[in-house]
Nanobody, 114 residues
Framework: QVQLVESGGGLVQAGGSLRLSCVAS????????MSWYRQAPGKQRELVAG???????NYADSVKGRFTISRDNAKNTVYLQMNSLKPEDTAVYYC????????WGQGTQVTVSS
């Protein structure tokens, strides 16, 4: 059974940094693309960043140049390095993998104060 466990969220001031981690189990991690999504209160869940099995990345326009997605296949882990955080980055961040259907982690709260 696929499981995704996120960690690393917290409260940070605007301009600060956080690194999120997502550890995957129950799957052959290295062969799948992984993604980070976020959902702010009252808004739809949106794609933040994705990384393919080969390491190609894509980002939402709102985070380009500030966030970096990476993966460590030896640790079955995908990361999201978030720099120059803004209050509008406040959301619950979710790890995602699509294997037939979508699998989601429990989410980790990121709160950016102004």
């Amino acid at each position: 059974q696929v499981q995704l466990v996120e960690s690393g969220g917290g409260l940070v001031q605007a301009g600060g940094s956080l690194r999120l981690s997502c550890v995957a189990s129950g799957m052959i991690f290295r062969i799948y693309s992984m993604s980070w999504y976020r959902q702010a209160p009252g808004k739809q869940r949106e794609l933040v960043a994705g990384i393919t099995s080969g390491g190609s990345t894509n980002y939402a326009d709102s985070v380009k140049g500030r966030f970096t997605i990476s993966r460590d296949n030896a640790k079955n882990t995908v990361y999201l390095q978030m720099n120059s955080l803004k209050p509008e980055d406040t959301a619950v961040y979710y790890c995602n993998v699509r294997i037939g259907g979508d699998y989601w982690g429990q989410g980790t709260q990121v709160t950016v104060s102004s």
